[in-house]
């Protein structure tokens, strides 16, 4: 019989990693993953054995992959799940809903779970499309949403830091989308670990060194039940398509998705991407008058202001 | 003489006149990325090098999701 064998144990191998060289049976794969994300952790000084870590949980493979890891290596982390109200037609939110609890009770694990829909009155969809920013990119709206409720949640939690299931993948695509429009801010400010500030947890990507391929492989192996459908507003997204192009490249020359966002950051680090106030972004910062998140506008916050029903013409400046 | 793919409800047949092939070329003839896709098999997960036969039921899990940061 001819197959791929185990590296570790000579055993057919179940997944192979040429970004890496690296061959493993699913035993030797799904530890491979706990040491790997251990010294991206460490290496990056995400947190600590003490830290408590709030994970945004989307009810995907990489998140649930992210919980469940951590939870393997002993860390203390929490799951944070918001319900969108996503639902016309493909149950998109009460579906992920159910695999992120249904994960959450399977281990025994903390999930804080807020129905947007409930807490303030609409769902994400309507909400988007009432709003300038959200007309026909209700992604926008959403991003934004998510990131003040959990940093809400991780205030109000005393969370240090919020951990998001980001993989390569997903860095690479925006990493390649930033380059295409020469983002200059974006592209100073991508990176797998941002640490805190007063009222602002800090955010980390422990997974940033894996490829999508991998944490896949992760869930399926380690019967993680996710949701497989996408969210029915990211469909043709740039982002996907950005992956698909990034994946015929991986195809001909593995390795490059590897180097594309390994060298960005060691480019990053050697000063290619400085912008000159990088204090800048800092100042001007005050907290919002109605909720107290730091934010650059001269009043309230980007979400309080959307959620306050400011006039559409009004709301984004 | 086919090799049966099932991509979530998708149901794709291979026949190229051979008896069996490595899960890499059925692939590239599906036109699909193997970055992008989990290969299973009674329950096994496949790498690009096993070999797929004439009768064999493959499940193509799809890997790539998106939305924003
Ligand atoms: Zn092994
Ligand atoms: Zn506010």
């Known amino acids: 019989m001819s197959y791929i064998r185990c590296q570790v144990c000579g055993q057919r191998a179940s997944i192979r990693m040429?970004?890496?060289?690296?061959?493993?049976?699913?035993?030797?794969f799904l530890e491979w993953m706990l040491k790997h994300t251990d010294s991206t952790i460490q290496k990056y000084r995400m947190f600590g054995r003490n830290t408590r870590v709030l994970v945004a949980?989307?009810?995907?493979?990489?998140?649930?992959?992210?919980?469940d890891i951590l939870w393997r290596l002993g860390y203390h982390a929490d799951g944070f799940y918001i319900d969108l109200g996503i639902d016309e037609g493909l149950d998109y939110s009460s579906q992920s809903r159910q695999?992120?609890?249904?994960?959450?009770?399977?281990?025994?694990?903390?999930?804080?779970?807020?129905?947007?829909?409930?807490?303030?009155?609409?769902?994400?969809?309507?909400?988007?499309?009432?709003?300038?920013?959200?007309?026909?990119?209700?992604?926008?709206?959403?991003g934004m949403v998510?990131?003040?409720?959990?940093?809400?949640?991780?205030?109000?939690?005393?969370?240090?830091?919020?951990?998001?299931?980001?993989?390569?993948?997903?860095?690479?695509?925006?990493l390649f989308s930033n380059m295409l429009g020469w983002n200059q801010t974006q592209l100073a400010r991508q990176a797998p670990a941002l640490s805190g500030r007063d009222g602002m947890a800090g955010k980390v990507k422990p997974l940033f060194r894996c490829?999508?391929?991998?944490?896949?492989?992760?869930?399926?192996?380690?019967?993680?039940?996710?949701?497989?459908?996408?969210?029915?507003?990211?469909?043709?997204?740039?982002?996907?398509?950005?992956?698909?192009?990034?994946?015929?490249?991986?195809?001909?020359?593995?390795?490059?998705?590897?180097?594309?966002v390994m060298n960005y950051l060691k480019a990053k680090e050697d000063g290619f991407f400085h912008i000159e106030n990088t204090n800048g972004q800092d100042e001007g910062l005050h907290p919002c008058p109605v909720c107290g998140q730091a934010t650059s506008n001269p009043d309230m916050c980007v979400?309080?202001?959307?959620?306050?029903g400011t006039p559409p013409d009004k709301a984004y400046r | 003489m086919t090799i049966t793919f099932h991509i979530r409800e998708i149901v794709t047949e291979l026949d190229l006149g051979l008896d069996h092939l490595p899960?890499?070329?059925?692939?590239?003839?599906?036109?699909?990325?193997?970055?992008?896709?989990?290969?299973?098999?009674?329950?096994e997960l496949l790498t690009e090098g096993d070999i797929l036969h004439t009768g064999d039921v493959v499940q193509l899990i799809p890997v790539i999701s998106g939305g924003s940061q």
């Not at chain 1, 040429?18 to 035993?27: A, E, G, I, S, W």
């Not at chain 1, 949980?57 to 919980?67: E, P, Q, R, V, Y």
């Not at chain 1, 391929?213 to 740039?238: K, M, N």
Request: hydrophobic letters at 35%.
């Open chain 1, 18 to 28: 040429r970004q890496h060289r690296l061959n493993y049976c699913k035993d030797h």
């Open chain 1, 57 to 67: 949980i989307s009810g995907g493979k990489d998140s649930l992959a992210l919980w």
């Open chain 1, 99 to 142: 695999f992120a609890e249904q994960f959450a009770t399977s281990r025994n694990l903390a999930l804080t779970v807020i129905d947007f829909k409930k807490e303030y009155g609409e769902s994400i969809p309507t909400l988007a499309a009432r709003t300038q920013r959200g007309k026909g990119k209700p992604c926008s709206i959403c």
């Open chain 1, 146 to 174: 998510k990131r003040h409720l959990m940093n809400q949640a991780a205030e109000q939690g005393g969370y240090s830091v919020v951990a998001t299931g980001h993989n390569l993948d997903d860095e690479a695509a925006v």
């Open chain 1, 211 to 260: 490829y999508e391929r991998e944490t896949a492989a992760y869930a399926f192996l380690q019967r993680i039940a996710y949701i497989e459908t996408e969210c029915p507003f990211s469909a043709g997204s740039t982002s996907i398509s950005y992956k698909h192009l990034l994946n015929q490249m991986e195809d001909r020359s593995p390795g490059t998705k590897m180097r594309f």
């Open chain 1, 303 to 308: 979400f309080c202001r959307t959620i306050g």
């Open chain 2, 23 to 43: 899960l890499k070329r059925a692939l590239e003839e599906l036109g699909l990325s193997s970055q992008a896709y989990l290969a299973v098999r009674s329950g």
